[in-house]
């Protein structure tokens, strides 16, 4: 490829955007883009609980792993306090993290602060990214960096990228893509490197990167190129983290808490909603059957003794198993103007069973929000109103 069909748009905060001046090749999504996707990915395969993104920056990469439903812990670090500050309250939880709960707790804390000091508090981490940082640091704070990463943090993973230098004359007039950069390696140089640390600390690594050179320039590899390490006898454990002094050495900036169904509050939110929902579906299905019947035997819904409530017509949202399972479920029924919807029949419903072990549980939950039958086996809901309100009798 001509190299002057290459032209660099922007070089904003390590998201350098690589653009063609013909349309031969485009790094479509952006280059950086690419990075975060491939970071995602990895979380999406390995599902970590404590992630920890080294050199943060804008912190786009922890808006997008912050959806990711693993992640119990997700920690930004960078030198750049003013960065953290301002990207911060984007991260918060907002009205629809509150309406619908996560299943797991998640808590998001920036700090400021260096790669190359000790923080205890990364400690025990199943994944820690450094996107785009290695290129950052001085000679001094390179050779301390492995030590603290890896020899201290010790995480189950370590994921490094940087820029590929090889790729560098696809550009025109780029000799280093940042001007904060010290240094951009060839792939020799990037693996020597790797290969050396992982072996000093005891990591397996495998290289690979994001940015598809264009055809005909194959050879020069990857755009980004990236080292994916992973430590030889997995994780820490918990002991041998307690052993550590606590040294907080970084700043918190911001840290927030997002609401879950761990929390008891929300659960039971979302538990009453889901079971009101429910009882209010199931209500509404009945009505005719009662109707009909309430109009056999006069004007106003009378107690017709326990008449069982017909089974109602499942929408395609159930699977054939589901269904057999609400099917065989004890069916609500009604006495007089009172219907009651069994316990073990909202069990059976697949929401509020991924919410709720058992029968003992959801009745301890909804007890003082939802109207129960005398031995607490059935939610009671009253038809007069509604018949009232509908048919006017
Ligand atoms: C090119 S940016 C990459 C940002 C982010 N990782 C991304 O991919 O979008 C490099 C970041 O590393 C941060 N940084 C540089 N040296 C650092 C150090 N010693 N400790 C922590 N962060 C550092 C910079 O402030 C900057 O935000
Ligand atoms: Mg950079």
Redo the contacts with the bound molecule.
């Keep these: 490829m001509e190299e002057n069909n290459l032209q660099c748009s922007s070089v904003v905060?390590?998201?350098f955007e690589e653009v063609p001046r013909e349309t031969a090749i485009q790094f479509k999504p952006p280059l950086?883009r690419q990075?975060y996707q491939f970071v995602k990915n990895l979380v999406d395969q390995h599902e970590p609980k404590k992630v920890a993104?080294?050199?943060?920056?804008?912190t786009?990469?922890l808006r997008l792993l912050k959806v990711n439903p693993c992640i119990e812990l997700l920690v930004g670090?960078?030198?750049?306090e003013d960065?953290l500050r301002w990207r911060g309250d984007s991260l918060a939880p907002f009205l629809g993290d509150f309406l619908k709960p996560r299943d797991l707790n998640l808590t998001i804390t920036l700090y400021h602060?260096?790669?190359?000091e000790r923080d205890s508090r990364l400690l025990g981490f199943d994944l820690i990214t450094c996107?785009?940082?290695i290129e950052?640091?001085d000679s001094g704070?390179l050779a301390r960096f492995p030590e603290v990463v890896f020899g201290y943090l010790s995480p189950s993973m370590i994921v490094i990228s940087t820029p590929n230098s090889e790729f560098n004359p696809l550009f025109p007039s780029v000799t280093l893509r940042?001007s904060d950069h010290k240094f951009e390696w060839t792939r020799m140089e990037f693996q020597t490197w790797a290969l050396y640390v992982a072996n000093r600390y005891d990591y397996s690594v495998e290289f690979t990167g994001v940015g598809e050179p264009p055809a005909g320039a194959e050879n020069v590899g990857y755009c980004t190129q990236i080292g994916i390490f992973r430590k030889n006898g997995g994780k820490a454990t918990e002991s041998c983290l307690s052993e550590q002094h606590d040294q907080h050495v970084y700043k918190a900036v911001f840290t927030t808490s997002y609401p879950s169904l761990q929390q008891e509050r929300f659960f039971k939110l979302v538990l009453v909603n889901e079971v009101s929902q429910q009882v209010e579906s199931l209500r509404v299905s009945h009505l005719p059957r009662q109707k009909e019947q309430a109009g056999e035997q006069g004007d106003k819904p009378k107690d017709i003794g326990g008449s069982k409530a017909p089974v109602p017509c499942f929408g395609p949202v159930f699977t054939e198993v589901e269904k057999a399972k609400i099917e065989n479920s004890p069916t609500p029924f009604w006495v007089g103007d009172k219907f009651f919807v069994p316990l073990q029949r909202l069990l059976a419903y697949p929401k509020l069973n991924r919410l709720c072990a058992n029968e003992e549980m959801m009745r301890s939950v909804i007890a003082d929000s939802i109207p129960l039958s005398r031995d607490g086996s059935a939610v009671v809901a009253d038809l007069r109103n509604y018949f009232d309100e509908q048919f006017e009798f």
Excluded: A, P
């Excluded at 670090?77 to 750049?80: G, Q």
């Excluded at 602060?113 to 190359?116: D, E, P, Q, R, T």
């Design positions: 905060d390590g998201n950086y990075r993104d080294l050199g943060c920056g804008d786009s990469l670090v960078d030198i750049n960065k602060g260096s790669v190359v996107i785009e940082l950052h640091l704070d940042d």
